[in-house]
């Protein structure tokens, strides 16, 4: 059985949703979210449906509730932060020059991004990617090795991801 309690979750949820699209559309009315589904709710359904192009009827339909759950969708994507990647492999990996990795490609560019050298993204940890990466460690009090365990791609990471 649908009870109020469900029925008023349901009205918070259309609100919410229609008050994030009103915050990054002016074209929306600001709506509050109190789970009433009076006038403020009816014109921001309204709103959605002229911008949507669908019948203005300010009632929810399922089509209605689906598009607007799309748009929100589609919304989070534009601000919530893109998902990072964790390309390290595992934390006893070690990047040693004459090695040919994909990873060597990331490490050439993050080098490249923080360095004042330029460096060719080659993909083979040669002599020139080995000098950049005892510098960096250097620079950090970090033992130079010249090749990149955990801690020196973290450190590195760190560098890119500050800049």
């Known amino acids: 059985m649908y009870t109020d309690d469900q029925r008023i979750d349901h009205i918070r949820e259309l609100q919410e949703y229609l008050r994030a699209l009103s915050v990054m ?45 799309r748009e929100y969708g589609n919304l989070l994507l534009q601000i919530v932060p893109p998902r990072a990647i964790t390309p390290f492999p595992d934390p006893n990996f070690v990047l040693k020059p004459t090695d040919r990795d994909p990873l060597v490609y990331i490490l050439q560019v993050i080098l490249g ?14 002599a020139a990617t080995e000098s950049a990466v005892r510098e960096q460690q250097l620079a950090a009090d970090l033992l130079p090795t010249g090749k990149v365990d955990r801690i020196t791609w973290d450190y590195l990471a760190a560098l890119y991801n500050a800049r």
């Open 25 to 69: 559309d002016e074209r929306y009315p600001l709506l509050g979210v109190d789970g009433i589904f009076g006038p403020e709710t009816t014109e921001a359904v309204k709103t959605f449906q002229k911008i949507a192009d669908s019948p203005v009827t300010g009632t929810v339909q399922r089509a209605d509730w689906e598009r607007i759950v």
């Open 113 to 126: 991004a923080i360095s004042n050298t330029p460096l060719a993204v080659t993909g083979v940890y040669d």
